[in-house]
């Protein structure tokens, strides 16, 4: 079962990756939890594991803590916070494919998680109806990471559409702008950290995919830290000296940058068709070009 289900893991893209991890990491704590009850008496809480790993509000906490910041966005409260989460992250993620590369999801990901945390943390410590409640405030959840994947592209192809049970077809602008709506009236209500955090990553995917449009990838440089720490636990190839054999390298080089230069004229092309008369204004060819576009990246 554990080599299926890793066999399942590294077949599966960046969406079910990341939906592994957030089940794993819910599934331990659980399990961690009930084995504490039966032996103690006591949950999760009281082993203090929740409160080690979630964002505190107190800056005084988060600076003995600072990897809260990342790890608070795969953890949840319960079965049905983690099930509408990956089933969101899963719809948009799917469409976010569609037309950008698995490396921007990911850098999205975390990016717009920890911009939810400093939010989250910013309003906490700046606005006096939370000030009695900094010492105890904890965010966790996958929710600000999830919001800035949906608005990054909802604001990237607002017309894209998808039909909703009940409703019908509905471009994704518009489940966009209900959901931030929703966070903002219910900033007064109950659990008020959550749904700042929620708007947190929201914000973070509209000003990606605003600079995406212009040309400018505001999470470049986070792919390539990734990148550059991921290769510190690889394995470093040994060393092997052979005799060049592409005599014609240079001009290789030179066909390869054309044609790369000609692909992304054609992309250019259809995204700014989709900009202007939505995704399904597009041909069959145009469909297919960039479904095969968006799986080389």
Known sequence: MFEEIKRMYYSGNIIIRLIFINVA???II????LFSFLFTGAGTESLGLINWLAVPADLGKLLYRPWTLITYAFLHYDFLHILFNMLWLYWFGKIFLEFLSSKQLLS??????????????????VFPAFSQAVPYS???GA????YAVVIAIAAFVPDYSIILMFIGRVQIKYIA?????????????????????HLGGALFGFLFATQIRSGSDITAWFGKLTNDIAAWF?????MRVTENKFKNKPTADIKYNQQKAADQEVIDKILEKISKSGYNSLSKKEKEILFKMSNKK
Do not use: Q, T
């Open 143 to 146: 929710s600000a990471a999830v």
């Open 234 to 238: 690889k394995s470093k190839p040994k």
């Open 30 to 33: 659980n399990i961690i939890g």
């Open 138 to 140: 904890y965010a966790l």
């Open 177 to 197: 702008i209900f959901v931030v709506v929703l966070d903002l009236l219910s900033i007064s209500g109950g659990n008020a950290g959550g749904h700042i955090a």
């Open 25 to 27: 990491v819910f599934l």
């Open 108 to 125: 999205l990901y975390l990016l717009g998680g920890i911009s939810g945390a400093a939010l989250y943390i910013l309003a906490y410590n």
